[in-house]
């Protein structure tokens, strides 16, 4: 069965520094998104992207994230510089768009410690 | 902005004792669908319902969406500790994106 790809799986930084995480979606999948999930919380959506193109970053700090997706395959998402607040989970998610359905799957994630 | 509400936050029964989480909205869905996540695991998604008073069954999993779409439920009939997990519904709004609810955290004693 295929399945979202994530790396690395955990990420130790210490603040001030750079983070990139990587996805690879399901083949095929023209939807991605990006979520971060602190503990005990909901994902929350902070970037969206329909093949290329980005439909909604609404939720992303653009002052120290960013994510680009540029062959609308694969997808990574930078942190610049991290900050203590960025721990959480990243996950990334994909959706094949035009079915009926728009059941995302999930990514086994990214864990960010910042230190 | 628009919220999605999930109680209880947490839920600990007993292996056969039925569960329940409810999930409640500010303002009516287009759809919305149920996740699942293990411990330590990602969602995993287990529905969507998308029409007014809609019930889906699944297995031991019954779920529910309000006649005015902005409720739903998932009930669990006889709990196992394979349930063990937390569950969030997500609302869908109509421009397409998912707002997830904080999920129902269930334990399941042996």
């Known amino acids: 069965e295929a399945e979202v790809a994530q790396s690395p799986r955990y990420k130790i930084t210490e603040k001030s520094q750079a983070v990139a995480f990587w996805c690879d979606p399901i083949s095929g999948h023209a939807t991605l998104y990006w979520y971060r999930q602190i503990l005990g919380q909901g994902p929350e959506l902070l970037v969206q992207?329909?093949?290329?193109?980005?439909?909604?970053d609404s939720q992303l700090p653009k002052d120290r994230f960013s994510a680009e997706r540029l062959k609308g395959v694969d997808s990574t998402l930078k942190i610049q510089p991290a900050e203590l607040g960025d721990s959480a989970m990243y996950l990334c998610a994909s959706s094949l768009v035009g079915r009926g359905t728009y059941e995302q799957y999930f990514g086994p994630g990214t864990r960010l410690t910042v230190t | 902005g628009q919220q999605v509400m999930q109680i209880p936050q947490y839920q600990h029964v007993q292996e056969g004792e039925d569960f329940t989480t409810y999930c409640n909205s500010s303002t009516t869905l287009s759809n919305i669908q149920w996740y699942k996540q293990r411990p330590g695991g990602h969602p995993v998604f287990l529905i969507q319902?998308?029409?007014?008073?809609e019930v889906k069954k699944q297995k031991r999993l019954t779920f529910q969406f309000g006649e005015a779409k902005k409720n739903s439920s998932l009930h669990i009939t006889a709990t196992q500790t394979t349930d063990v997990g937390t569950y969030f519904c997500a609302g869908r709004r109509s421009q397409g994106n998912l707002i997830f609810g904080k999920g129902t955290k269930l334990s399941v004693k042996p």
């Open positions: 992207f329909q093949d290329e193109s980005v439909v909604d």
């Open positions: 319902l998308v029409k007014s008073g």
